[in-house]
């Protein structure tokens, strides 16, 4: 049980990370969603390289591609553009639906059955984002809308195909082979649809500088980790901290206002979070007990002596 407390610790890295992202691409980024992409990728992908030190061999040249695709070249331009179309708090909820996504994917692709009170707790928690949602006066561009569905359909394959096969070489390497391939793959398409790359400022290159290292870097390793260690239907549902961190940040730095519908499905989601969490561990401990009640640990044979 200590084992699993750590490592819904670590999941929980890559949602607020991944959370706050919208919030820093909005605030001090300028809107070249390509650019932006490829700047955060792959650095962050050469720097996990020179931790490993390794390059894909056989059939992870085309795996990499793959899963570089998914998880990081389009879905990184998706969610760029959505954070440049949508309000904080709207573009990170949106992608909170991934906690089903995912369970259903693993479902798909490694036959894992989804838990009962991981999926019921995932329809709380989007109940909640639908609440928050649909409590904001903020007028929605349907453009940014279908940017950040379409980056959470693809993040919720490429993430469950990341842990079938990550088995093979290991996290480090395979993130940072991913990375590097999405980043170097954006690069053309940046030059040809965006031209030079963009210019900043000193908070600009702190800020790519955090979407690099933390925000992509720490944040893909500690997710994949945790998919390693955890079923895909919790670490999905910890991914609902995701909008949670957004709205937070919206409104303790953006200054934007929450509505009490938006307080209310605030409330939904952490409840989704954390009610389903509880009660397995609260089974779980009653069957381990119950077990032990039937079966119980045989006593020591008596050694006897003679004189």
Avoid at 25 to 32: K, V
Avoid at 74 to 83: D, G, K, R, S, T
Avoid at 167 to 192: D, H, K, M, R, Y
Wanted: net charge positive; no cysteine.
């Amino acid at each position: 049980m200590e084992t699993n407390r750590r490592w819904l610790a670590v999941a929980m890295i890559a949602p607020i990370a991944w959370g706050s992202t919208y919030f820093v691409t909005r605030e001090w980024l300028p809107d070249a969603p390509v650019w932006g992409a490829a700047i955060r990728a792959l650095p962050a992908g050469l720097v996990l390289l020179a931790l490993v030190r390794r390059l894909p061999r056989g059939s992870w040249w085309w795996k990499s591609a793959i899963l570089g695709t998914l998880n990081v070249g389009a879905f990184f331009v998706l969610v760029y553009a959505a954070a440049q179309l949508l309000p904080t708090s709207i573009a990170s909820t949106i992608m909170a639906t991934s906690s089903v996504a995912i369970a259903v994917a693993a479902w798909a692709i490694l036959r894992e059955r989804p838990g009962i009170l991981r999926m019921l707790g995932a329809f709380v928690g989007i109940g909640g984002v639908a609440l928050m949602l649909l409590g904001t006066a903020t007028a929605v561009d349907p453009r940014g809308v279908i940017a950040s569905i379409a980056a959470m359909a693809m993040s919720s394959v490429g993430f469950i195909l990341a842990k079938r096969w990550n088995g093979e070489v290991g996290i480090l390497p395979s993130t940072a082979w991913q990375l590097v391939f999405g980043g170097l793959a954006l690069i053309p398409f940046a030059i040809v649809v965006e031209g030079p790359p963009p210019v900043v400022d000193g908070a600009g290159l702190a800020a790519y500088g955090y979407l690099t290292l933390v925000a992509t870097a720490l944040a893909n390793v500690a997710w994949f980790a945790a998919l390693k260690h955890l079923p895909s239907g919790t670490v999905g549902l910890i991914g609902l901290l995701n909008p949670v961190t957004g709205v937070l940040l919206g409104v303790l730095v953006a200054g934007e206002i929450l509505e009490g519908r938006q307080l209310a499905g605030l409330a939904l989601v952490l409840l989704g979070i954390a009610a389903p969490l509880a009660l397995e561990g609260l089974l779980a401990r009653r069957r381990r007990a119950h077990a032990a009640a039937v079966n119980p640990a045989p006593e020591p044979a008596s050694v006897t002596g003679t004189t």
